[in-house]
């Protein structure tokens, strides 16, 4: 049931070369269950891959990959406050909210057409203009690889940060999630304060967006901002913003009046990592094979025919002049395997 030396190449949106040492298609709990039970996956590390659009394989891995394409999209329920659907880890992300919305679902409009599965949306707690999967998340179902069992996990128990979740760390890694499920409240308002969305609905002339409008805004913004997977690989934005406390902000700020910054919750900043990486020159520049993308220097670009070492050395050279020129240490978005 498991392939030796499988290629990665074509399931990874950086395009980056690599095997896995031996590597399945889950396509159910049952078949998960079944590798655990006769002992399949009690030998070496498990890497999980999703829609693989936030990774970078770093060269061949000595791990059992396991590629996760679990379906199935339902409607569970609903009661006075929001409708409840659940899918499967497998189900491809930009679909998932196409579908929601057409079933005339407001809520994940915020979120449509971010590359990837549902499955990985709350381990990246994936987010997009001024919303996050954390916000319309209500649970999910995990199978632990350890015991077999499966659990099920609440909105606290996951432990959701900015690009953060339990599975990230330590505690979460033997976990797979299965299926997700959805809240999506019927008082349904637009979340349009961020300014990108807010001009491309003025250019559309829409005073009062329905779900489907803001989704087809979202849309356009991130066509014109981000490269195209079918043309160009990359892996969304590269690095995580900054968030600086407050002392620290108003240091930096004090030096460029101009950096584009988003205050937080909790009294720190969040700053642009693309306008600091571009101040360093980067923006559209390239090391070899690889480069900053040339409309939005926080997105890495393969230019074709890159390893992920040659990632790495872009990635550590751009934060080497980040920290640099402004003090600041940004830290990678994607998981590295
Ligand atoms: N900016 C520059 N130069 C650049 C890029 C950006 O000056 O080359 C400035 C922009 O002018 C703007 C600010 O930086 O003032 C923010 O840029 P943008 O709106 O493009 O968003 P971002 O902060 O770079 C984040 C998320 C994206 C998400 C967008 C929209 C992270 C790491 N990235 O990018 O998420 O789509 O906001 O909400 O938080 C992803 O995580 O893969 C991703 C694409």
Redesign the pocket.
């Known amino acids: 049931m498991l392939i030796p030396n499988a290629s990665l190449e074509a399931l990874n949106t950086l395009r980056l070369p690599g095997k896995a040492r031996r590597f399945a298609e889950i396509g159910s709990a049952e078949q998960l269950r079944r590798l655990i039970e006769v002992g399949e996956l009690s030998e070496g590390p498990i890497v999980i891959l999703g829609g693989g659009?936030?990774v970078v394989i770093s060269g061949d891995l000595e791990a059992t990959v396991l590629l996760i394409r679990i379906p199935g999209r339902e409607f569970v329920g609903e009661d006075a406050e929001a409708y409840y659907v659940r899918a499967g880890a497998g189900e491809d992300w930009p679909a998932f909210v196409e579908w929601t919305l057409e079933q005339g679902w407001g809520g994940l409009e915020?979120l449509a057409f971010?590359p990837g599965t549902v499955g990985a949306a709350p381990v990246?707690n994936?987010?997009?203009?001024?919303l996050e999967a954390k916000d319309r998340f209500l649970s999910l179902e995990a199978l632990d690889l350890d015991s077999g069992r499966t659990l099920s996990l609440d909105r606290g128990a996951c432990r959701f940060g900015?690009?953060e979740s339990l599975f990230k760390g330590e505690e979460g890694r033997g976990l797979v999630v299965i299926s997700v499920t959805f809240r999506l409240p019927k008082a349904w308002k637009p979340e349009i304060g961020?300014?990108?969305?807010g001009r491309e609905l003025d250019a559309m002339g829409v005073a009062e967006p329905t779900p489907l409008q803001v989704a087809q805004a979202v849309t356009a913004?991130?066509r014109r901002?981000?490269p195209d997977p079918l043309e160009i690989a990359s892996?969304?934005?590269?690095?995580?913003?900054p968030v600086l406390e407050t002392r620290t902000f108003e240091a930096l700020r004090d030096r460029f009046p101009q950096v584009?910054s988003y205050p937080q919750a909790d009294g720190r900043f969040?700053v642009?990592?693309?306008?600091l990486?571009?101040?360093c020159g980067w923006?559209g520049r390239s090391l070899g094979p690889v480069g900053?993308?040339a409309?939005?220097?926080?997105?890495l670009v393969n230019h074709g025919g890159a390893t992920g070492a040659e990632v790495l050395r872009l990635a550590e050279t751009v934060r080497a002049d980040v920290l640099s020129r402004f003090g600041i240490e940004l830290e990678m978005?994607p998981v590295v395997l």
């Open positions: 659009s936030n915020n971010i990246q994936i987010g997009a203009y001024g900015y690009r961020y300014a990108d969305l913004v991130r901002k981000l892996a969304g934005s590269f690095f995580k913003n584009p969040k642009a990592a693309g306008w990486i571009e101040q923006k900053m993308y409309q939005q220097a926080l997105v978005e």
